[in-house]
Each structure stands twice: as C-alpha cells, then as structure tokens.
C-alpha cells in the first residue's frame, strides 16, 4: 500500500462516521423528522429540512447497484490496486454509498448482489475505510492492511560469488534464464520528474503539466520520461549474486536493445531485477550482456528493457 493515498478528512458533522468505522461500526443518520436515512453526512435532512439526524447503527447488509473496473489508476497512488474494483452500494435502508469492492475477483461481481462490509484498516492510526465484499468472503480476513512491499534495500548476499573476469567457464555458468531477485525500490515523484525534465529539455506536459495529464493524457496522470527511468536503474542495487574482479576498468559499453514496454506514473515505486543474458571474451576485453528490466512495484509488465552491454578490461 502506498503511504501517499489521501485520507478521509472528518469533519465536525462526519466525524461520527469515521469514529464508527475505527470501532468497526457503521453509523447512518436518520431524520428525526420523516425517518429518512441520509448518507453522505448531513447537518439537516434533504426531505423535511429537519435539523440535527441522529445517528443509527445498521447492520450495513447491502447490495451492489452499480460498479466499474479502472483500468487506470484515479490517482497513480492507487496503482498498486488495479484494476480498482470502484461501486455504488446500497445499504438496506436504501441509502447509497460510493466505495471500493475487495476480496472479489472480476468474474464474481454482479450487479445486485449482496454484500456485507469491511472495515478495511488502511494505517497505523485505527483509520478504517468502509468496503465491501460478497458474502461468501470472509470479511474479517479482509479488514487486515495490506501487505506492505518491503521498501528496504534488497538483501545482497555477503558472500556475493567472485567471479575473475578471465575466468571463461565461471563467467559462462553465470548465463541464465532465470531472473534475480528484486531490488530495493525507489519512488519516482513529480520533483524528480521536473527535474529530469529541466536536465534533459524534455518538458512535453505528458511529464510536467499534472492538470493538463490529468484531463487529457491515456495515463490519468503525468508519467516519467523513459530515460528518467533507464538512467535511475544506477540507484536501483540489483540482486545479482555474484561480483566480477581481476579488472581495471568497467566500461558502460551500450545497449543491445532498449524498450519502454510500460509508462510509469509519477508517484510510482520502481524496482528492478536482471539477469546475464551472455557473456563474451573478445579483444575489447570481457563483454558481459545484462537484460535489466526496471518495473512498476506490483506490475508484471516491465516498464524498461535494457540489454545493457558492460565491459571489463584488465
Ligand atoms: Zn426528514
């Protein structure tokens, strides 16, 4: 779960609500005049005019009237919940109320199904958001927080496997399809988007006019130049087990292939792995070819490809 998606601001009149949620209660106002419920939180209700609705526990069974997948983060903070599974629920007394589905796959959502709340801890602090889930889930096991992504440095092995950058066989046996583990990972925000921007020149507003994105780029958002990305892999600690010595010289040679497979939206986490994809003894020196593939924490597909194309020479 990222640490900057915005929060439920209470105020003096919905105050009530947010308390309910953290005892895991959940409370709607009913008019003492006509009995109406009223949700969202009002100071009079919309029917009588009546002041001051008092506050009811109900039992929050409900049913889905309506419902729409995102596939496209509403801010890039929700990136990590995609597709954001976002409804319009009605609770038994007939209010309505905007929330997110959990615990459900695509498939298993209909349109008139009941459901039953959870009280989804979303920090440290007892904050709860109200979210729903069928009733065959088991709402409780949903309540707990998300499992929060380890940001620390990935673990590199202290006793990383030395290779000698002559040594033809060790090299060849570090070839491999497999990938390595992830990387530590690092936030990609707009400051550092601006700023890469003022370096490079590139200042097209798909990457610095966050309004203009908003309305009218694919991305609901500003995403980070593809370079930007490229170049942060430097402070992305790959889990490579292995060092390569015996060299004087390590020589960023190129890259065989380069690609931009996925954008990463400013607000976004990154993390890399790679793997050796060959390795070459030639008269330049020791030419080893590391596939890098930085992605999006929690996205399968990868937002660069580098064949990145090192050299070593004694
Ligand atoms: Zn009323």
């Not at 330049?284 to 924490?297: D, K, S, W």
């Not at 929690?298 to 090192?310: A, F, K, M, Y």
């Amino acid at each position: 779960m990222s640490n900057n998606k915005p929060m439920p601001v209470a105020t003096e009149i919905s105050a009530p609500f947010w308390e309910g949620l953290k005892a895991r209660r959940l409370l709607v106002q009913q008019c003492g005049g006509c009995a109406q419920w009223l949700f969202y939180p009002r100071r009079h209700c919309p029917a009588c005019l009546a002041p001051d609705p008092a506050w009811r526990k109900v039992s929050g069974q409900a049913t889905l009237y309506s419902y729409t997948l995102t596939r496209i983060p509403t801010l890039p903070d929700f990136i990590d919940e995609m597709p954001q599974k976002l409804a319009v629920v009605e609770l038994a007394e007939g209010v309505r109320v905007n929330t997110t589905l959990v615990g459900l796959e695509e498939d298993q959502i209909r349109i008139g199904m009941p459901l039953q709340p959870v009280f989804a801890q979303v920090d440290g602090k007892g904050t709860r958001l109200l979210r729903f889930t069928g009733l065959a889930q088991d709402a409780a096991a949903l309540e707990a927080a998300p499992v929060v992504e380890a940001v620390a440095p990935a673990e590199v092995p202290d006793n990383r496997l030395q290779v000698d950058c002559q040594d033809q066989a060790a090299l060849q046996a570090l070839v491999s399809e497999q990938y390595s583990g992830w990387s530590n990972s690092l936030l990609v925000d707009q400051a550092l988007i601006d700023a890469f921007a003022e370096l490079s020149g590139d200042d097209y507003w798909i990457h610095t006019d966050p309004e203009r994105a908003r309305r009218s780029s694919p991305f609901g958002g500003t995403i980070a130049h593809g370079a930007l990305v490229q170049v942060l892999q430097s402070r992305l600690k790959l889990a490579l087990g292995f060092e390569i010595t015996g060299f004087t010289t390590q020589i960023n040679y190129g890259s065989d292939r380069l690609r931009f497979p996925a954008p990463v939206p400013a607000g976004s986490r990154i993390h890399a792995r790679a793997r050796v994809k060959a390795v070459e003894l030639n008269q330049r020196g020791t030419q080893m070819t590391l596939e890098i593939n930085i992605h999006v924490v929690g996205q399968e597909r990868p937002s660069v490809i580098n064949d990145l194309v090192i050299l070593y020479q004694r």
